[in-house]
């Protein structure tokens, strides 16, 4: 089955750029996504990538993906405190559902 | 509007009551989801809605029971529920289950509390 991973949590100071990391199993993934999460709010999606990109930026945002590897990351330039928040990486799976990983917390300090 | 609305926001209820949590979006999507989530834990998976049919149903208990009543609007029919079931739902639309990009827009969630 698929299985999607992420270290818990991110500890960063606000100006610096975070890089939050995300491994996953089915090599059949077709699209992969970034998702914020705020305290006691729903999901909102921030960017995603196809399976056939390599990199993709967005603003602040850029997304690598290894696919040898499996190895998807998401790089927040010049965190800000608003940034702070769970990170969720997803994946497509092969029934065209989402399977997302644990999440990761971000704490950005003044 | 690129909204999915969920109401209510809170909703806290005994085992024995009845209660429904409903969800709405005006995007034109016909796959509608529900997902739980347990705190610091991703979503899972409930139930899916395909064009208006029950398509996917993730071995949920019978006393969560999903209704569609029309393409924009999502139910969850809540009955016998136990402490355990305290969680927050979380209600998503796509435009298409089966299309291959198949970005999902989720609504705010309504946090439930069994006592």
């Known amino acids: 089955g698929e299985d999607v991973e992420q270290s818990l949590f991110l500890s960063v100071r606000e100006g610096d750029s975070s890089v939050i990391n995300c491994t996953y199993t089915?090599?059949?993934?077709?699209?992969l996504y970034w998702y914020k999460q705020e305290p006691g709010a729903g999901l909102q999606l921030l960017t995603y990538i196809f399976s056939n990109m390599d990199m993709k930026q967005d603003q602040r945002l850029t997304v690598l993906l290894n696919k040898k590897d499996k190895h998807l990351s998401l790089r927040i330039a010049d965190t800000q405190t608003g940034d702070s928040a769970i990170y969720f990486c997803a994946e497509k799976n092969a029934g065209n559902m989402l399977t997302f990983g644990g999440g990761t917390r971000l704490m950005v300090k003044p | 509007d690129t909204e999915v609305t969920q109401t209510p926001k809170h909703l806290v209820m005994g085992m024995t009551n009845k209660k429904s949590l409903k969800c709405e979006q005006h995007?034109?999507?016909?796959?509608m989801y529900w997902y739980k989530q347990k705190a610091k834990k991703p979503p899972e998976l409930m139930f899916v809605?395909?064009?208006?049919?029950?398509?996917i149903n993730e071995s949920v208990p019978s006393r969560f029971s999903p209704e569609c009543p029309n393409s924009s609007l999502l139910n969850l029919h809540l009955h016998a529920l136990q402490p355990e079931d305290s969680a927050l739902y979380l209600c998503?639309?796509?435009?298409?289950?089966?299309?291959?990009?198949?970005?999902?827009?989720f609504g705010p969630g309504t946090r439930l509390t069994v006592l």
């Open positions: 998503a639309s796509s435009q298409d289950s089966g299309h291959s990009y198949n970005e999902q827009f």
């Open positions: 995007m034109g999507h016909r796959a």
């Open positions: 089915d090599s059949s993934s077709t699209y």
């Open positions: 809605y395909s064009y208006e049919k029950l398509s």
